[in-house]
Structure formats: structure tokens, C-alpha cells
């Protein structure tokens, strides 16, 4: 079983920066695909990006690819999710997820933390 709890999340202007931080407990994380969704209100939840167990590779969805960087440390279980030029459509909960790294599904997910784009 992997716990997952986010932080970081928070108010900020548009143009802004957040760093957003995910910590893992119960397994370590070196054979767990992760990644970042996020689900805005009345809408679906969506993918933002995905970084594979060993750090080699990253995935961005279009909409952030530019924007954001997601990034793992094994040793210390920790994954963030580096977002720069906030726009106001980036405002959702953001969840934090892992994926075993031979899996389909993602199957552990945090609870979320909220980030405001807002003036």
C-alpha cells in the first residue's frame, strides 16, 4: 500500500509560480510510475504529467507542456511538480499518483491540493 499526501497548493496571481509536492509513504516509490492530474470544477479529472520509476523519461499534457516540470527523488519518496506562468484555467485540485511500473492503472492517489489562479 502507497500513501500519497500533496502540498504546496495555494493562492497566486496569474504569471505566478508553484511548487507543488507529493511525499509517499509505505513503499518506496523506485518501482512506481507517477504522476500529476488535476480536476477543475464541473469538469473531468484530467492528466497533467507523468514521470516513469527511474526519472528517464516525462510526460506533459499540451496544455501545461512548457509550463511545468515534474520531478522524483527515489531516495527521499518525493515527487513535485514545478508550475511556472499560472494561467487562470490552471485552477483545480491537484492529485499527486502512482502507477506500479509495469501497470495500466494508476492506483494510489492522494488526497489533493487546491491551487487558485486568481488576481
Known amino acids: 500500500q502507497v500513501r500519497l499526501v500533496e502540498s504546496g497548493g495555494g493562492l497566486v496571481q496569474p504569471g505566478g509560480s508553484l511548487r507543488l509536492s507529493c511525499a509517499a509513504s509505505?513503499?518506496?516509490?523506485?518501482?512506481?510510475?507517477m504522476g500529476w492530474f488535476r480536476q477543475a470544477p464541473g469538469k473531468e479529472r484530467e492528466f497533467v504529467a507523468t514521470i516513469i520509476w527511474s526519472g528517464a523519461s516525462t510526460y506533459y499534457a499540451d496544455s501545461v507542456k512548457g509550463r511545468v516540470t515534474i520531478s522524483r527523488n527515489n531516495a527521499e519518496n518525493t515527487v513535485s511538480l514545478q508550475m511556472n506562468s499560472l494561467k487562470p484555467e490552471d485552477t483545480a485540485v491537484y492529485y499527486c499518483?502512482?502507477?506500479?511500473?509495469?501497470?495500466?492503472?494508476?492506483?494510489?492517489w492522494g488526497q489533493g491540493t487546491q491551487v487558485t489562479v486568481s488576481s
Open positions: 499518483a502512482a502507477k506500479w511500473k509495469l501497470g495500466r492503472t494508476y492506483n494510489y
Open positions: 509505505g513503499r518506496a516509490l523506485n518501482i512506481y510510475d
